[in-house]
């Protein structure tokens, strides 16, 4: 019964550890994403062209030169997110100590079986 525990155990530290791989993923993917947001949008705005494609990536490296000399910006977008892996960790650590603790039945040694007459079976004929 010990066996399934330890399972139990393992598939909700898989669980939590997916869980946050997608939370992390989503929170710094859409902080990576957004630059290409809006020069995409910037570029539709434009009329679509390569011209306009080009006014819209050099407006957006504009803007994001201009938020990125802004005082503490950056680290309030970054902080959440190494906070976050930091709650993963401990949590999936946690659960991975819960999981040591719980000691699996050990296997009982298996004993040969033997003939009962102290032949050596099927060899001796």
Do not use: H
């Not at 809006?38 to 407006?59: D, E």
């Not at 950056?74 to 960790?89: F, Q, R, S, W």
């Amino acid at each position: 019964m010990k066996t399934v525990d330890v399972l139990v155990v393992k598939l909700l530290q898989l669980i939590v550890t997916t869980f946050f791989l997608f939370v992390l993923s989503l929170w710094y993917g859409s902080i990576l994403l957004a630059p290409l947001a809006v020069w995409y949008n910037l570029s539709a705005f434009l009329g679509g062209g390569i011209f306009a494609t080009l006014v819209a990536g050099g407006l957006t490296i504009g803007l994001g030169i201009y938020i990125s000399r802004l005082p503490g910006l950056i680290d309030t977008m970054i902080k959440p997110g190494v906070e976050m892996y930091k709650l993963a960790l401990s949590t999936v650590c946690g659960i991975g100590r819960v999981a040591s603790t719980i000691d699996p039945k050990p296997e009982t040694a298996k004993t040969e079986e033997k003939p009962a007459d102290n032949t050596t079976g099927a060899e001796a004929k």
